[in-house]
């Protein structure tokens, strides 16, 4: 079992920025791909990007194309999702989720290809 930290959200205007964190509780993210969600109220789960075990592949999901961006750093074992530009359709809990196994380029794209996730981030964007 994983433990997954997310860290950063909080409130910010249209237009701000904010920088997402996840952290494990073994240290362990670089055996794991890895993949930020969000839910806003009344909506389903959806894909907001997504990186490879060997972090040289990512995704992003349309609606953040161009302004939120997902990286890793193996040193301190731990994934970003740095957010531009903000939106207030930005706005929702976000979750970090990792994934065992796998080819090391592979980018995982759905909520049933994670095993492991956290317990979310609110990010409220004002208008």
């Known amino acids: 079992q994983v433990l997954l930290v997310e860290s950063g959200g909080g409130l910010v205007q249209a237009g701000g920025s904010l920088r997402l964190s996840c952290a494990a509780s073994e240290r362990t993210l670089s055996l794991y791909a890895m993949g930020w969600f969000r839910q806003a109220p009344g909506k389903e789960r959806e894909i907001v990007a997504a990186?490879?075990?060997?972090?040289?592949?990512?995704y992003s999901a349309d609606s953040v194309k161009g302004r939120f961006t997902i990286s890793r750093d193996r040193a301190t074992e731990t994934v970003y999702l740095q957010m531009n530009s903000l939106k207030p359709a930005d706005t929702a809990v976000y979750y970090c989720?990792?994934?065992?196994?796998?080819?090391?380029?592979?980018?995982?794209?759905?909520?049933?290809?994670?095993?492991?996730w956290g317990r979310g981030t609110q990010v409220t964007v004002s208008s």
């Open positions: 990186i490879s075990m060997s972090g040289d592949r990512t």
């Open positions: 989720a990792a994934g065992v196994g796998g080819y090391s380029t592979y980018v995982r794209t759905q909520g049933s290809e994670y095993d492991f």
